[in-house]
């Protein structure tokens, strides 16, 4: 069992930049696959940005791609996204998603592969 505590969101001007966090429990962290989404009003849940395994590859979705910057402290047992040059577009609740090991295909952008996530934090980009 994982909990998950996003943290870090808030009201930030286009342009503007904001950190998120995610603290973890339990003890086999680095183990774990973790992930942000994102879920606007109205929308469906969106992927973000996620680490694989024992932190493998980053990967992000293209509208993000060179503006958010997702690491890991496993030593904290927390994930972060670094997200610049803020777009009003991108505002929406983030989460944060955690996997552990499993066999077959990461599905690294489908929320149904991940099973656990936090509460979410709100993150609004005004123009």
């Known amino acids: 069992q994982v909990h998950l505590v996003e943290s870090g969101g808030g009201l930030v001007q286009a342009g503007g930049s904001l950190r998120l966090s995610c603290a973890a429990s339990?003890?086999?962290?680095?183990?774990?696959?973790m992930a942000w989404f994102r879920q606007a009003p109205g929308k469906e849940r969106e992927f973000v940005a996620a680490?694989?395994?024992?932190?493998?590859?980053?990967y992000y979705t293209d509208s993000v791609k060179g503006r958010f910057t997702m690491s890991r402290d496993n030593g904290k047992s927390t994930v972060y996204l670094r997200m610049n040059s803020l777009k009003p577009e991108d505002t929406a609740v983030y989460y944060c998603?955690?996997?552990?090991?499993?066999?077959?295909?990461?599905?690294?952008?489908?929320?149904?592969?991940?099973?656990?996530w936090g509460q979410g934090t709100q993150v609004t980009v005004s123009s």
């Open positions: 339990g003890r086999t962290f680095s183990r774990y696959a």
């Open positions: 680490s694989g395994f024992s932190g493998g590859s980053t």
């Open positions: 998603a955690a996997q552990g090991l499993k066999s077959g295909t990461y599905y690294y952008d489908r929320p149904s592969y991940y099973a656990y």
